[in-house]
């Protein structure tokens, strides 16, 4: 079966730097996706890694190592926009998205 | 370019009534995926199309749900009746083969 593990919720502070967490298992492999996610809005693309190693897009990084079924995404110099649930979601062997249930991210001042 | 759009953002309807929502992809992409996302819970995928067919409907929760995608283009998803319990987010998303997915602002829906 397929299972995607990502923690609930995080704490941090502006300006700091904050990495979440993401641990699947799947029998099929297409890529992992990192989504944001505001209240009530639909998800936005961040990230997408299909080899390992790290993807830096300006304050967003994202890290995947295949052969571990881990990835994370980094977000540096965190900004009070950047307060929204975080979104994991691995593509399978049918071109299906698998997601996890999201890690909502608090920024304090 | 246009995005993938989604119509209506929001519709309130009385339970035992039909709903029809409407999912434009972005031109050219074969592949379009319905999720609803119910307040309080992860996003649950319910089908997969590429082009016109069906490739994956292991989703739909029951059989008042019906989604259509005619001439491969645009998709509509059906609820009929509609019960309390299909209140939420419905998003469409759409993508080529092995890209990343590019998801509409969804529809709210409300069953009261």
């Known amino acids: 079966g397929q299972n995607i593990d990502q923690p609930t919720e995080m704490t941090a502070t502006e300006g700091a730097i904050v990495q979440i967490n993401c641990t699947y298992q799947?029998?099929?492999?297409?890529?992992l996706f990192w989504y944001q996610q505001h209240a009530g809005e639909a998800p936005t693309f961040l990230s997408y890694?299909?080899l390992d190693g790290l993807e830096e897009k300006g304050r967003f990084s994202s890290f995947l190592s295949r052969s571990k079924g881990y990835s994370y995404l980094l977000l540096k110099e965190l900004q009070m926009k950047d307060s929204a649930s975080y979104l994991c979601?691995?593509?399978?062997?049918?071109?299906?998205?698998?997601w996890g249930a999201g890690t909502k991210l608090i920024i304090k001042p | 370019e246009a995005g993938v759009t989604q119509f209506p953002s929001h519709s309130v309807i009385e339970k035992g009534q039909t709903v029809t929502l409407r999912c434009d992809p972005i031109?050219?992409?074969?592949?379009l995926y319905w999720y609803r996302r119910v307040m309080g819970k992860e996003i649950k995928f319910l089908l997969h199309?590429?082009?016109?067919?069906?490739?994956?409907e292991s989703g739909m929760p029951n059989n008042r749900f019906l989604a259509e995608r005619t001439g491969g283009t645009y998709s509509t998803l059906k609820v009929q009746p509609a019960e309390l319990e299909d209140s939420g987010v419905y998003f469409c998303?759409?993508?080529?083969?092995?890209?990343?997915?590019?998801f509409g602002q969804g529809t709210r829906l409300t069953v009261v």
């Open positions: 799947t029998s099929g492999f297409n890529g």
């Open positions: 890694n299909v």
């Open positions: 979601a691995l593509l399978d062997s049918n071109y299906q998205l698998i």
């Open positions: 998303a759409s993508s080529q083969v092995g890209l990343e997915a590019f």
């Open positions: 199309f590429v082009k016109e067919s069906k490739q994956d």
């Open positions: 031109s050219g992409h074969d592949n």
